[in-house]
């Protein structure tokens, strides 16, 4: 066929086979519709600019409709909720909780005892008198999660409490240095008693270098255990998985392959496991490549995967939308999300939407669910049972027929032409099945030939307006 302009009733190849009918064409998808159906938590934060009202509209549209999952960057810190001694403020939290509700979001409360962000009245009228701050942490937690009990669905009960240096507790900090390391326990035993429906975490940094005892995952294991054996009522260790790429970065730590190795470890225990604060950003003033990139975006989508195969994980949360409005500045690097300072998609945004769409549950794999009923999401199993057959006989049959069903945007292939029906200048994009783009045509209104595309398995993206259309394919 050539690649002329012709629309009409070009008639599914058979050279073609259509995989995943119930995959294919599935318009206007979202990073948030695949996670739940995934039955997991895709999220970024609202940072301090949305707070402050200086963000462009599209940044709260695009947060919304993309993400499940809500955590405020600062607003929720000891030192914005209360600043001074006895003092509460609660408005932007109640602003972003009013927002994640009225969006059908779950959220995240960050963070209640942390060494950082701490007023200053804490250490200037207490430091090293344990009794006192004993009364003034717990006093916090119960007026900071009384005041959003049943709406908060986790804690960040304690934040960063391990030494990055070498496995021991971190000294620099009011509440050890004053109290010791049972402020730990202490914290998560006063949430509990006064929002026991909330799921507590521990969260920290650096905790994807591997789990042998000197690393400081090996450390946080061997707490979460005593933990667990004592009944402190801890269900969930966050990883912020603050990484860089390793390519251009040789302060090289982590891997996706020793964070699994934690999570994996944390479901003997019944923990799970949360990316919470996720960017993968490149050494700051370097050229940032195309090739760079989609590297990016392969590693975002391997961090991923752990969140999509690991029973006892569910959230994966990237700390920022675009990279305009991103913290890594003050860790000397750059371009670490997946937005780019204009709010467009970038390589890792493509990279983990097709990893979602491709992505097919292990048979019998249910999300573990060790702790209260989640307020914003209805519960289903990571099982599709609503999968149709996908034997090629009968899913091509469906697939043209729900291609003639659908009255706008549609596609149709023949060899190595696609088609696009109902289209104003649609953007194709082809995927291979690890997200990397391999062919891409814009200002398409008829066909365009997938010239250079190998046999093999991919994923066409067609997108017109506000429409998505996204099906899997075999080249033949
Ligand atoms: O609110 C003040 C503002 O009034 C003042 O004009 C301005 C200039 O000094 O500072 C503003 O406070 C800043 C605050 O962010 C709110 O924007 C602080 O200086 C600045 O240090 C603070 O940085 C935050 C950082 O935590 C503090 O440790 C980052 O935005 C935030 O992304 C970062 O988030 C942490 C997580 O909470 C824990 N894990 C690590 C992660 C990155 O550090």
């Keep these: 066929m050539s690649t002329k302009q012709t629309l009409a009733g070009v008639v599914l190849g058979t050279s073609l086979l259509c995989l995943g009918a119930a995959n294919a064409l599935a318009a ?15 999220g970024a934060i609202l940072n301090s600019q949305w707070f402050s009202g200086g963000l462009p509209g599209n940044y709260e549209q695009i947060h919304k409709t993309q993400f499940n999952i809500v955590v405020a960057e600062n607003e929720m810190k000891f030192d914005a909720t209360e600043p001074n001694e006895g003092q509460f403020n609660y408005g932007n939290g109640d602003r972003m909780v009013k927002y994640a509700k009225a969006n059908g979001m779950r959220v995240r409360g960050h963070a209640l005892a942390w060494h950082s962000q701490v007023p200053g009245w804490v250490s200037q009228k207490y430091s ?3 009794n006192e701050l004993l009364r003034v942490l717990k006093n916090h937690i119960e007026k900071v999660v009384g005041h ?3 709406q908060i669905d986790e ?3 304690v934040n960063e409490a391990i030494s990055n240096n070498e496995p021991m507790w971190r000294s620099q900090s009011v509440w050890y240095q004053g109290i ?18 909330a799921e ?9 270098q591997g789990i042998n005892p000197k690393a400081k995952a090996g450390f946080l ?8 054996a004592n009944g402190i009522p801890i269900t969930c260790v966050g990883s912020q998985t603050h990484v860089e790429d390793t390519t ?3 302060h090289f730590i982590g891997s996706p392959d020793s964070l699994r190795s934690l999570a994996k470890e944390l479901a003997k225990l019944n923990i799970k496991l949360k990316i919470t604060e996720l960017d993968i950003g490149f050494k700051s003033g370097i050229n940032v490549s195309k090739s760079d990139l989609e590297r990016q975006g392969k590693t975002f989508r391997e961090y991923l995967d752990i969140i999509l195969e690991e029973p006892n994980a569910d959230t994966y949360l990237i700390w920022g939308v675009s990279d305009k409005w991103s913290w890594l500045g003050g860790l000397n690097r750059q371009k670490g999300l997946i937005y780019d300072d204009n709010l467009k998609p970038k390589p890792a945004f493509d990279s983990i939407m097709v990893r979602l769409q491709n992505f097919e549950p292990p048979q019998d794999t249910t999300k573990q669910d060790t702790t209260a009923t989640d307020t914003t999401k209805t519960d289903t199993t990571k099982t599709d049972t609503t999968k149709t057959d996908t034997t090629a006989q009968d899913t091509s049959k469906q697939a043209i027929a729900h291609l003639g069903s659908l009255e706008a945007l549609s596609m149709h292939f023949a060899g190595r032409t696609l088609s696009v029906t109902g289209a104003v200048a649609a953007k194709v994009e082809v995927f291979d099945m690890q997200g990397r783009p391999v062919f891409s045509a814009k200002g398409v209104n008829g066909s365009v030939e997938l010239k250079g595309v190998s046999e093999g398995l991919y994923i066409v993206r067609v997108r017109s307006g506000s429409t998505n259309l996204t099906q899997k394919i075999a080249i033949k």
């Design 155 to 157: 804690w960040d009960v």
């Design 180 to 197: 010791g390391p049972e402020f730990i326990d202490s914290a998560f035993v006063w949430t509990h008693a006064v929002d026991p429906d």
């Design 221 to 228: 294991l061997e707490q979460v255990k005593r933990w667990v």
């Design 248 to 250: 251009t970065d040789k």
């Design 28 to 42: 206007d998808e979202t990073l948030r519709s695949l996670a739940e159906k995934n039955n997991i938590y895709i």
């Design 128 to 130: 090293g008198k344990k």
């Design 148 to 150: 959003w009990k049943g």
């Design 200 to 208: 507590l975490c521990y969260n920290d940094y650096n905790l994807e």
